[in-house]
């Protein structure tokens, strides 16, 4: 089965817009390998992660900052399709 990815935003802290678009560039480059991407609110303020199935991948707390999307594509094509070429947003 195709993995979901879940990002968990605080909706306190208006990180929707940017939950969405982390979605949308994943939904965009992944279109063939994922199942779903959810944006789910957190009940913990300040919280934001991103898991694939149950695998956190970020978390903002131990991070300390937001991720570049190339980061996260990244970071989701290692475990999602191992031999995807990223293009431009590929590490070097």
Not at 54 to 81: A, C, L, N
């Amino acid at each position: 089965m195709k993995p979901t990815i879940t990002i968990e935003y605080c909706p306190k802290c208006h990180w929707l817009l940017r939950a969405a678009y982390m979605a949308q560039e994943l939904l965009t480059t992944f279109q063939d390998e994922l199942y779903a991407v959810t944006l789910q609110p957190s009940e913990i303020g300040g919280h934001y992660s991103i898991r694939v199935n149950e695998t956190v991948i970020y978390d903002h707390k131990d991070w300390g900052r937001f991720p570049e999307i190339k980061e996260i594509k990244q970071m989701v094509r290692d475990i999602v399709s191992p031999e995807k070429s990223l293009g431009h947003s590929d590490k070097k």
